[in-house]
């Protein structure tokens, strides 16, 4: 394989480039190296060589663009707030209205998560400030969670923005911002 960073050749299951110290990301479509978030072959989302060789990543970007147009369009009334987390390939819609962990054995959604042995029994914790907005908090867990493919250090809140992406062990979840205290938004 080739670096797509430095373009020295690498072993193929290399999970960082020998000469620049790169993570290497390649599609698990097509199994084309790559850097950026999406693999310029097929469209699919990167995934690190070393989340690929412990478990198959569950992606939700194929889905992306029937995200905004197959949900019903309804109003939100001022003053409710609150993050969907949604991966349409298997099946995940999460909505959050308050502060919630999200684990296999504890939390708002352990009968989702309770089949997924790759999530933590305690894994990420979501909150909403009325200053910074909605944030996403590592419990330190064992296969980690990433913002925007950027591994979160345990216990260091991450700001989650809009139209952004969290994965959280092997399942990757589009983000949505439903709304801020005191604003409508649309679903």
Same mark, same amino acid.
């Given at each position: 394989m080739v670096?797509?960073?430095?373009?020295? =050749?690498?072993? =193929? =299951?290399?999970?960082?480039?020998?000469?620049?110290?790169?993570?290497?990301?390649?599609?698990?479509?097509?199994?084309?190296?790559g850097k950026g978030k999406m693999c310029t072959s097929d469209g699919t989302a990167l995934v690190t060589v070393k989340s690929r060789a412990s478990a198959p990543v569950v992606?939700?970007?194929?889905?992306?663009?029937?995200?905004?147009?197959?949900?019903?369009a309804v109003s939100m009334p001022i003053d409710t707030y609150g993050l969907r987390l949604l991966n349409?390939?298997?099946?995940?819609?999460?909505?959050?209205? *308050?502060?919630?962990?999200?684990? *296999?054995?504890?939390?708002?959604?352990?009968?989702?998560f309770s089949m997924y042995s790759q999530v933590s029994g305690k894994h990420c914790q979501i909150n909403f400030d009325s200053q910074k907005g909605w944030t996403v908090? =590592?419990?330190?867990?064992?296969?980690?969670?990433?913002? +925007? +493919?950027?591994?979160?250090?345990?216990?260091?809140?991450?700001?989650?923005?809009?139209?952004?992406?969290?994965l959280i062990a092997n399942i990757e979840f589009y983000v949505e911002v439903l709304g801020q205290a005191g604003k409508t938004t649309r679903l």
């Open positions: 670096c797509p960073f430095c373009k020295i =050749d690498i072993a =193929d =299951d290399s999970f960082y480039c020998d000469q620049c110290g790169q993570e290497i990301m390649v599609c698990p479509k097509c199994g084309k190296a992606s939700a970007v194929e889905s992306i663009a029937s995200v905004g147009g197959s949900a019903p349409k390939n298997i099946g995940i819609d999460l909505k959050i209205q *308050r502060d919630t962990v999200i684990g *296999r054995t504890t939390g708002d959604f352990v009968d989702i908090t =590592d419990l330190n867990s064992t296969n980690g969670t990433k913002f +925007n +493919n950027m591994p979160l250090k345990p216990f260091q809140p991450q700001l989650i923005t809009d139209k952004s992406f969290l």
